[in-house]
C-alpha cells in the first residue's frame, strides 16, 4: 500500500519517554533494527511527515500535505495498518482505554506546527474502538519489552536474504542468518535456537565472541574479543561492546568496550561506560520494579521483574561504576563515584559526592564535538541549539528524588 501519512507527537507522551526524547522525536528512536518513523514509511511505501516540538523541526520536522495522522509512539503491524488506511474521513481511532491511534481527514492538509494539528484534531469527535492488540512506545521502558519482537519485524519488513553460516563462524539452531554488506568475523559463535541474528554492513566481530539470536548488529558496529551477547539485543550504527549483553538496546554511536555486565536497558546516543561498569536487572528479592519517570516527576511501578536502566543521549561513567535495579541516567550526566549512584541521575549532572554540580553547558558542547569528530560527522549550529534549549529545559522539567 502507499499512502501519504503523518507521524506527530502527542502533548504530554514525549514527556513521559525523557530522558531518550530531549534530542530527538520518539519516530527517530530505534526499537528492533529500524526506527519507528522508518518502519512506517516501509509498511506504507511513501516517506512520512514529521510534526514534533518546535525546538527540533529544523532538524527532524517534515511539513507534508496528508490525510493520515498517527502518534509517533504507536508501532506499526499489518492488522492496523491496514485499519488505518480505510479509515473514513472525520474519524479517530482509538483503543478500548480512547487512546488515539490515529486521524484522517476529509481533505489534504498541512500543519504548522503541533497546535494547529491539534486545532484539527479536536474538530473530529467521531471514533472508531480498535480491539486488536498493538504495540506503542508510552514508556522508555517499553523498548525493552519490546526489541526482540521488533528485530523479527523488522525483518519481515526488511527481507533481507538469508545466508549460510558465514566462513569464521560456528552456528547452530534452526533461525537463518541475514546478512547486508561486507563483514569481517573470526571465530565467532551464533545460538540462532531462538531467534535469527542480522549483521548490516561494515559490522566487526572479533575472535572469542558469541552471539544468540534475535539479535541485530547495525552498520559500522565493532563486537570485542570475547563478548557475550545474549538474545533482545540490538547495536545501533557505530557502536562498540564489549563483556555480558542482554537484551540491550543501544540507539547507537555509544561504547561499551569492556568487560562488565548490561542487560534489560536503553542507551541512548553517544554514551560511553568505563571498563568495568555493571547494571542490576533484578531484585534480590524478586519484586516488581519501580523507576523514575521524569515526566510525572515520580517513581513508577513497572510490572517488571527484569529491568535494567535507562540512560540518556550523551551521558557517561567512569570505571566500575554499579548502577541499581531500575536507574534512569538524564542526558549529559557525568558520573563518577565509588558508591551506587542514585536511581534518578538528572541531567547535565557532574556526578561526584553528593550528585549535585552541574555540567557546565560549553563543557558539554566542547565534548559533542569531539566525539562528533571521531566518528566524521558535523556538530552543527542546529545541533548546538538544540543542546541549549535542552540544558533550559533540563531545569524546569526534572525533579530531583
Known amino acids: 500500500m502507499k499512502r501519504d501519512f503523518l507521524l506527530f507527537e502527542e502533548k504530554k507522551q514525549w514527556k513521559f519517554n525523557l530522558p531518550l526524547t530531549y534530542f530527538k522525536p520518539i519516530s527517530n528512536i530505534i526499537s528492533g533494527i529500524l526506527t519507528i518513523q522508518q518502519k512506517w514509511e516501509r509498511i506504507f511505501n511513501n516517506p512520512a511527515g514529521m510534526i514534533t516540538r518546535a525546538y527540533l523541526m529544523e532538524k527532524y520536522g517534515r511539513r507534508k500535505t496528508a490525510t493520515l495522522f498517527i502518534p509517533d509512539h504507536i508501532l506499526p503491524d499489518p492488522a492496523l495498518a491496514r485499519t488505518l488506511e480505510n479509515l473514513p474521513p472525520q474519524i479517530r481511532l482509538v483503543d478500548p482505554q480512547n487512546r488515539l491511534l490515529g486521524f484522517r481527514l476529509e481533505k489534504g492538509q498541512m500543519f504548522a506546527d503541533l497546535d494547529e494539528l491539534y486545532g484539527a484534531l479536536d474538530g473530529i469527535q467521531d471514533r472508531i474502538i480498535y480491539t486488536a492488540p498493538y504495540k506503542s512506545v508510552r514508556r522508555t521502558y517499553d523498548l525493552v519489552l519490546l526489541n526482540q519482537d521488533e528485530i523479527s519485524a523488522d525483518l519481515a519488513l526488511l527481507q533481507p536474504q538469508a545466508v549460510p553460516c558465514p566462513e569464521g563462524v560456528e552456528c547452530f539452531g534452526k533461525h537463518p542468518v541475514f546478512i547486508r554488506g561486507s563483514q569481517q568475523i573470526h571465530n565467532a559463535i551464533f545460538d540462532l535456537t531462538e531467534g535469527p541474528v542480522f549483521l548490516d554492513d561494515d559490522v566487526k566481530i572479533l575472535p572469542g565472541s558469541f552471539v544468540k539470536g534475535p539479535a541485530a548488529i547495525l552498520n559500522g558496529s565493532m563486537v570485542k574479543a570475547g563478548t557475550r551477547i545474549y538474545n533482545g539485543t540490538t547495536l545501533g550504527p557505530w557502536t562498540k561492546v564489549g563483556g555480558e549483553i542482554k537484551n540491550v538496546l543501544f540507539q547507537g554511536y555509544a561504547n561499551k568496550g569492556h568487560d562488565g555486565f548490561l542487560g534489560d536497558s536503553v ?73 551506587f549512584p542514585p536511581k534518578f541521575v538528572s541531567s547535565f549532572n557532574w556526578g561526584g559526592a553528593g550528585f549535585n554540580h552541574d555540567y557546565d553547558l560549553n563543557q558539554a558542547l566542547q565534548t559533542a564535538r569531539i566525539v562528533y569528530g571521531r566518528r566524521n560527522l558535523d556538530f552543527t549550529e542546529v545541533d548546538e541549539k538544540i543542546f541549549r534549549k535542552v540544558y533550559d529545559m533540563v531545569k524546569e522539567i526534572e525533579i530531583n528524588p
Open 267 to 339: 542507551v541512548g546516543n553517544w554514551c560511553n561506560f568505563g571498563a568495568g561498569s555493571s547494571n542490576s536487572n533484578l531484585k534480590n528479592n524478586y519484586s516488581e520494579i519501580k523507576m523514575w519517570n521524569i515526566g510525572s516527576g515520580g517513581p513508577e511501578n513497572t510490572g517488571r521483574m527484569f529491568l535494567g536502566m535507562i540512560m540518556g543521549d550523551h551521558s557517561k561513567c567512569a570505571i566500575n561504576t554499579s548502577f541499581n535495579t531500575g536507574t534512569v541516567v538524564g542526558v549529559c550526566a557525568n558520573i563518577f563515584t565509588r558508591d
